[in-house]
């Protein structure tokens, strides 16, 4: 299987995931049980994403300036800092290190 077959299948499959959310009558989506597995459903997909970009550099697992730079924008997020100001940070604290040599 080729890579477009892949994606071409994987687009598929989400038309039709969609397609059958359609079908379900409302009452099974509003059920509390629903809503809590959607809600930690967004939480965790998010967090993975989270962690992929951070450690991931193809297939080797990398500990470089944004580790620490997550960890900074993870404590001003603890300390209910502006979301800018957490961008900004974190930025800050990578292109430092970067800027030291402690990255690549």
């Known amino acids: 299987m080729t890579?477009?077959?892949?994606?071409?299948?994987?687009s598929v499959i989400c038309v039709a995931l969609k397609a059958?959310?359609?079908l379900l009558?409302?009452?099974w989506l509003e059920a509390p049980r629903p809503a809590r597995i959607a809600d930690l459903l967004t939480v965790a997909l998010?967090?993975?994403l989270v962690v992929v970009?951070?450690?991931a550099a193809g297939p080797a697992i990398v500990v470089d300036a944004r580790v620490p730079a997550v960890g900074v924008?993870?404590?001003l997020l603890w300390a209910r800092a502006p979301f800018l100001v957490v961008v900004a940070a974190a930025a800050v604290t990578a292109a430092l290190l970067r800027s030291w040599g402690w990255a690549a």
């Open 46 to 48: 998010l967090a993975a």
């Open 25 to 27: 009558p409302a009452r």
């Open 73 to 75: 924008a993870a404590l």
């Open 20 to 22: 059958v959310g359609y």
């Open 53 to 55: 970009q951070t450690l």
């Open 3 to 10: 890579l477009w077959n892949a994606v071409l299948l994987a």
